[in-house]
């Protein structure tokens, strides 16, 4: 199926979950916050968020910097 992913078209298996899809973009989750269709998601829940064919899901990632 497909989902959104930071306004990118992204192919991901039917029964995916919001962790797998961070674990297949290979991106560390640590400071990172995700949205799913303007939802925002606690990190305790991703293991078990299930994703549907055209969620759109937001990707932020905390940055450091001067």
Avoid: H, Y
């Amino acid at each position: 199926m497909e989902v959104i992913v930071n306004n990118k078209a992204t192919v991901i298996s039917e029964s995916a979950t919001l962790e797998q899809l961070i674990s297949g973009l290979n991106i560390l989750s640590t400071g990172m916050a995700v949205a799913v269709n303007k939802q925002l998601i606690p990190r305790t829940q991703w293991k078990t968020f299930s994703l549907t064919e055209k969620d759109e899901v937001v990707i932020i990632k905390a940055a450091c910097g001067g």
